[in-house]
Nanobody
Framework: QVQLVESGGGLVQAGGSLRLSCAAS????????MAWYRQAPGKERELVAA???????NYADSVKGRFTISRDNAKNTSYLQMNILKPEDTAVYYC?????????????WGQGTQVTVSS
């Protein structure tokens, strides 16, 4: 059974930082691109960042230069370091596993973790 478990969300002031973690189990971790999506109230879920098994990355324009995605294949864990947070970054953040870095729907999802940025 595949499980993706996020942690690290919370409440932070604008300009602050948070680090999200996603612990994966039940899948061949290195064979999947790991991604972070987010969904704000009343909006569609959107891709924030993705990283291939080999470490290539892909970012949404809105987070380039502020967020960094990484992974530790030995620990089956991916991370999203979020710096210079803005109120518009407030959303539920979801970890996901998908086959390709730049395309394709995720095969697996985590349960989500709330990130709230106060102004």
């Amino acid at each position: 059974q595949v499980q993706l478990v996020e942690s690290g969300g919370g409440l932070v002031q604008a300009g602050g930082s948070l680090r999200l973690s996603c612990a994966a189990s039940g899948l061949t971790f290195g064979s999947y691109a790991m991604a972070w999506y987010r969904q704000a109230p009343g909006k569609e879920r959107e891709l924030v960042a993705a990283i291939s098994g080999g470490g290539s990355t892909n970012y949404a324009d809105s987070v380039k230069g502020r967020f960094t995605i990484s992974r530790d294949n030995a620990k089956n864990t991916s991370y999203l370091q979020m710096n210079i947070l803005k109120p518009e970054d407030t959303a539920v953040y979801y970890c996901a596993a998908r086959r390709r870095l730049y395309s394709g729907s995720p095969e697996y999802w985590g349960q989500g973790t709330q990130v709230t940025v106060s102004s």
